[in-house]
Every structure is written in C-alpha cells, then in structure tokens.
C-alpha cells in the first residue's frame, strides 16, 4: 500500500487520492466447514462446488488474471447463496476492473447477507471515492471504522475522501489515527505530515517530516518538504542545513541545488 505525492507549484505536496492504494485485499474466506455450514439451509447451496470455485477464484486472482477470477467468485455465489464475503470479494475485483455500478451492486447484496461486515463497507466506500461520491463514501467508511475501528485501510480512505473534499482538518485527524495504529510505517507518516502541511499545522507537520526521517534516513522529499516548511517558518538556517542532507542524498537533482542556493542566498541576506 504506497501513497504517493505530486508537486504543485513547488509547495509542499497534495495527496495523489488514487484510492487502489489503500483498497482492502480480497476477503480471507472461512474453511470449507464454516462455509457448508452457513449455506446447508439454503435450496440452492451447493458448497462442494463453492469450494472448488472458490479455490479457483483464490488461483486465479494470485495470477493476476482478476476477470478470470471475478467469474470464479461469482460462480461460487451461486453455490454459497448466503455468504457474504463471496460478495465483497466480487465487489473488490469489480472495482479494480473499473465497473463501478456492479461493484456497488456486489456491496448493497453483501451488507444484506451481513450487516456487520466491515469489509462490505470499506469496499462500498472506496467504490464511491472512485466515482468521486466522497460525502457518501464518507458514511461508508464510517459504518467500517465502527465495525473495525482497528482498520488502518478504513482511516486512510477516511482521510483521501476528506482531503478530496477540502475537509483538510479532518483528513490530517484521520492520518493521526492511522499513524497510532501503525506508528513505524513512514509512508503513512509521510502523508500524514503531507496532511498536516495542507491544513497549516506547520510545526505538527514538521515534527512529522523529522519522524519519517528517523525512520527512513534517505526519504529524500521528507527533507524537502521540511525544508519548505521551515522557510515558511522563517527558519532558513534550518532549512539550509535539511535541504543540504537532500542533495547529498540525491546529488543528480538540479531542483534540488537550485532550491539550496536560493535559500542559502536567502539565509546569508539576514
């Protein structure tokens, strides 16, 4: 799961909301007993030929081959009328396959089958991001953080959707729940201060930018964007001595040297 970040107008960066990213795996099925077992009282359950296509789908899906292993899934539904988790992960290739409405589709049938699914709504919700419905993906992934308020993937599609809104407050609170939950993953820790940097809460953020670079000493636009920030700050001597550490992590880059010396230039001016 790696969140990236674009440069705009060489500012500290936004959050690419490319929701894929944070996007939950497909579902770990129950074994072959629980799933006869939750599906014998339906007419038209079948779970030996449950099984064999949810096999089938699992292959299919670790060869990359997702329509293949869609069809799978589906057919698996058939047999298994009553499990939700079928649902979820036809819900979740389907959104990767671009087919937003059948994925929402999938979603509404498993929340049926299992209200107290998580999974059903985290996938719901990073259907609706993906169709830019961010305030109803917000009430979805709501529905998932109540169920599993552990859930890491549901804070940080929480905190995408709200960026995407101009909720940046909100979605900076989002990364710091996530940050709790996973403390030593820089590249949360990164957007975290990213988030933190948009909704100008510049010493938060840059506290942040020193923790990713503790955990990931050559994170070359972590020292960038601290760099910006304590300029920002009026702190340039700071920010000299960071963007130094850059270029000599990362000599090649021209922006890089450029930077340095205007600041440099900026720095010996006071």
């Given at each position: 799961m790696r969140l990236r970040a674009k440069w705009i107008a060489g500012l500290v960066p936004v959050l690419v909301a490319g929701v894929a990213l944070a996007a939950p795996a497909p579902r770990s099925l129950p074994p072959a007993r629980e799933l006869i077992a939750d599906n014998l009282s339906h007419p038209a359950a079948d779970p030996a030929r449950a099984l064999r296509h949810r096999q089938r789908a699992a292959t299919l899906f670790g060869d990359g081959k997702l329509e293949e292993s869609l069809k799978e899934f589906q057919q698996a539904a058939v047999y298994a009328p009553l499990?939700?988790?079928?649902?979820?992960?036809?819900?979740?290739?389907?959104?990767?396959?671009?087919?937003?409405?059948?994925?929402?589709?999938?979603?509404?049938?498993?929340?049926?089958?299992?209200?107290?699914?998580?999974?059903?709504?985290?996938?719901?919700?990073?259907?609706?991001?993906?169709?830019?419905?961010?305030?109803?993906?917000?009430?979805?992934?709501?529905?998932?953080?109540?169920?599993?308020?552990?859930?890491?993937?549901?804070?940080?599609?929480?905190?995408?959707?709200?960026?995407?809104?101009?909720?940046?407050?909100?979605?900076?609170?989002?990364?710091?729940?996530?940050?709790?939950?996973?403390?030593?993953?820089?590249?949360?820790?990164?957007?975290?201060?990213?988030?933190?940097?948009?909704?100008?809460?510049?010493?938060?953020?840059?506290?942040?930018?020193?923790?990713?670079?503790?955990?990931?000493?050559?994170?070359?636009?972590?020292?960038?964007?601290?760099?910006?920030?304590?300029?920002?700050?009026?702190?340039?001597?700071?920010?000299?001595?960071?963007l130094e550490q850059a270029v000599a992590l990362k000599p090649q880059d021209a922006a890089l040297h450029q930077l340095l010396e205007r600041l440099r230039q900026a720095a010996s001016a006071e």
């Open positions: 499990d939700a988790d079928l649902r979820v992960n036809a819900a979740y290739l389907l959104d990767r396959l671009g087919r937003y409405e059948a994925a929402l589709a999938a979603c509404e049938q498993a929340g049926k089958l299992d209200p107290k699914n998580a999974a059903v709504y985290l996938n719901w919700g990073n259907t609706l991001i993906n169709q830019k419905r961010y305030d109803e993906a917000l009430e979805r992934l709501a529905q998932a953080i109540e169920l599993a308020p552990d859930n890491p993937q549901a804070h940080v599609n929480q905190a995408i959707a709200y960026h995407k809104l101009g909720r940046h407050k909100e979605s900076a609170a989002s990364y710091g729940r996530v940050v709790t939950l996973k403390p030593d993953d820089a590249i949360l820790r990164f957007n975290y201060a990213v988030a933190l940097g948009t909704a100008e809460q510049k010493e938060p953020a840059l506290a942040e930018y020193r923790r990713v670079i503790g955990l990931v000493p050559d994170h070359v636009p972590a020292y960038l964007n601290a760099a910006i920030l304590l300029e920002q700050l009026g702190r340039l001597a700071e920010a000299v001595d960071l």
